[in-house]
């Protein structure tokens, strides 16, 4: 028999933080007491959660397994217990149970403080996903726009490297530029993060020189995610889809189309009537109206990162329906993010955002990634589409 483990007490007791870290605004209570042969102390963690937050996270178990960021505990197998009121998971033989349930009533007045660290240590394993000594991801995402709004595109592509940065990732926000008076050898400068253990630069290369692609491949080779951003003078949209990224997402604002006018005459008085539009034919309006000069239906794009209020986009809601409509005609809807404010005076990208729309962002971006395709890959079948789409 074993008697008081001194490493599981240390192990609960003296990381607190991370209890507060796996989840923002959740309330801790750590009680011990005997185990049922009076032989060593059972420890027992119980955290309240708030009702937005789902009850099981599966970065749980991999954090208090984690040998350094973590306590290094195992997992009891068959001893997870998880329904709708509560997710019970034993570690350390039955040293350890943590009890996750719902909080009633009012929030607490700590989010803002616990919001700010949330993830970093935590999330950072599970988001890098690669093993140890493999190098940097090396992928390149293009984000591009109907709309040539550079500013729009540079905020998306802003946020979403801000996003992994925090989440471990070392990311890259690359402008491509048509100026000769541009030197082609641009320091990658760092960008001032809050957080997180991930770091994010910026740099600017000259594309009309054709060192450009050697640029890139250098920016592969140190950073796990390059994000361009092509400044295009010609208005060809089609003409700034490069075959040197991976993936390529249309930013555009969200706000899906419910209803359709009609105007007519009757007795010489015009008359206006208002169309209702099914999520079908709401996808097709969108499609045509906003992605105009996209050539979505000739040209292979990643999907869509759409720019619009954090609202609700449940599977069952309108816009549920739409994207699944979007996702028909090869434009998935990857992710949400928030829309640019023109004016901050925040340094930092994530700043300027309430705390849950924060999380929001982090949240999204984290899914964008796993919606990507691999790196370095083969874009040959793109070339082929842009080459019969211009004619040559
Ligand atoms: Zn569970």
Redesign the pocket.
């Known amino acids: 028999m074993k008697a008081a483990d001194p490493y599981l007490a240390s192990a609960v007791m003296r990381r607190l933080h991370l209890w507060e870290q796996l989840t923002d605004d959740s309330t801790v209570t750590i009680t011990s007491q005997p185990d049922s042969e009076g032989s060593r102390l059972a420890w027992t963690v119980e955290r309240a959660l708030p009702p937005s937050v789902p009850?099981?996270?599966d970065a749980?178990a991999v954090v208090l397994a984690d040998t350094v960021a973590g306590p290094g505990l195992t997992a009891d197998a068959d001893t997870?217990?998880?329904d709708q009121k509560e997710?019970?998971?034993t570690f350390a033989s039955g040293g350890l149970a943590v009890r996750?349930v719902r909080r009633e009533g009012a929030r607490s007045t700590r989010q803002r403080t616990l919001a700010r660290g949330t993830s970093a240590i935590l999330h950072e394993r599970q988001v890098i996903g690669r093993p140890v000594g493999e190098g940097p991801g090396g992928h390149v995402l293009q984000l591009i726009d109907d709309m040539r709004d550079e500013r729009r595109l540079t905020h998306a592509a802003e946020q979403l490297a801000a996003a992994w940065a925090q989440q471990g990732l070392c990311t890259l926000v690359l402008r491509l530029e048509g100026r000769d008076s541009l030197n082609d050898e641009q320091p990658w400068q760092r960008s001032r993060l809050t957080g997180g253990p991930g770091a994010m630069f910026k740099s600017t290369v000259n594309y009309l020189n054709d060192n450009h692609k050697a640029v890139i491949t250098k920016a592969r080779a140190h950073f796990d995610h390059v994000i361009m951003v092509k400044h295009q003078s010609v208005d060809f949209p089609w003409a700034g889809i490069s075959p040197l990224a991976d993936d390529h997402l249309v930013v555009a604002f969200g706000g899906f189309p419910k209803v359709t006018r009609s105007t007519t005459v009757h007795a010489g008085k015009l008359q206006r009537d208002t169309i209702e539009l099914t999520p079908a034919e709401s996808a097709v309006a969108w499609l045509h109206g906003r992605l105009a000069r996209i050539p979505f239906a000739d040209v292979p794009i990643t999907g869509l990162l759409l720019q619009c209020a954090p609202d609700e986009h449940g599977p069952n809601s309108f816009d549920g329906l739409v994207d699944t409509e979007l996702a028909r005609h090869g434009m998935p809807v990857l992710g949400r993010l928030p829309q640019p404010k023109l004016f901050t005076p925040c340094r930092t990208v994530l700043d300027d955002l309430p705390d849950e729309q924060r999380a929001f962002v982090l949240r999204q971006s984290a899914e964008i990634r796993t919606s990507l395709g691999p790196a370095r890959a083969d874009g040959s079948a793109l070339v082929v589409a842009l080459r019969e789409l211009s004619g040559l």
């Open positions: 009850l099981h996270d749980l997870h217990r998880c997710c019970v998971q996750t």
